[in-house]
């Protein structure tokens, strides 16, 4: 039964790689674009940091703005029927913004009471890196949610991540556990992965910066684990960082789909019958 199980994780991911790569050669644009957004939202965060509140409101507003853009531009990569052009990112703007919006703002209430909360608390920043955790877990595929799942709310998007993850936890986070090796075998990798996994649970996989720095900091610890030169690493960082983001992007687009089109069980039956 585990060889069957294990069969069946090896066909779902060759499906997802290979769709992945195909999208890939489609989604030239996308990469530059997301080179684009990335200097855009600095440019943004420069104007906002001395303005305060009004600066949070703007930047919140950027941040929405170019997630929503991202997500669409990944959503008509994923369909496979042209290849992405250069009129379609303008077309993006616009595009899930409220949703971003939505999920954001009924998450930011509750994140700052906890933070009230903790401050007080002698526990209270194991137990805040602990909820982080938790978010991160339950809402990580809140980004797929919102471009490929129809909904009525931000508490409908928590509602199906949530179910998504119960049922498909182990192919999902599977693949990432499997980037995140260096990651987690460095000296400081438990530290580390508290503080990407609470980064990204915070904002639900919504924040714009950690669609560039995750990707960032995951190809920087699989170059410092293979022993690349130090000037060397920022090179392929600088460089290698939008392609890798977008891959990922489309990595897991694809992989939300093929698993909500079936079963763990189907998917067994499946290899069995190809493999017997």
Known sequence: MMGVFFSSLVELYGQALWATWCSLKRSWVTVFALVGFGLLFVGVARIA??????????????????????????????????TIQPADVPESFGHYFWDVIGVGFVLWLPMMALEMGMKTNPYGQFLAAAVMVLLFILLNPVPEVIYQVRHDSPLDVFKISYEFVLEHWIEWF???????????????????????????????????????????????????????????????????????????????????????????????????????
């Open 49 to 82: 940091a001395p303005l305060g509140m009004g600066g949070g409101l703007l930047l919140g507003i950027a941040n929405a703005f170019l997630v929503g853009a991202t997500l669409r531009l990944i959503e008509l990569s994923l369909s496979g029927s042209r």
């Open 174 to 276: 599977l693949p990432f556990a499997l980037v995140m090796l260096p990651i987690l075998l460095s000296p400081d990798g438990l530290r580390s992965f508290f503080e990407l996994s609470g980064s990204v649970g915070r904002g639900a996989g919504l924040d714009f910066l950690q669609l560039l720095l995750l990707p960032f900091t995951l190809v920087q610890g699989w170059l410092s684990y293979l022993g690349l030169d130090s000037d060397a690493q920022w090179l392929v960082v600088i460089f290698g960082t939008p392609p890798v983001a977008t891959a990922t992007l489309l990595f897991r687009g694809h992989l939300f789909s093929l698993l909500r089109k079936t079963t763990r069980r189907q998917r067994m039956f499946a290899s069995r019958m190809n493999h017997p």
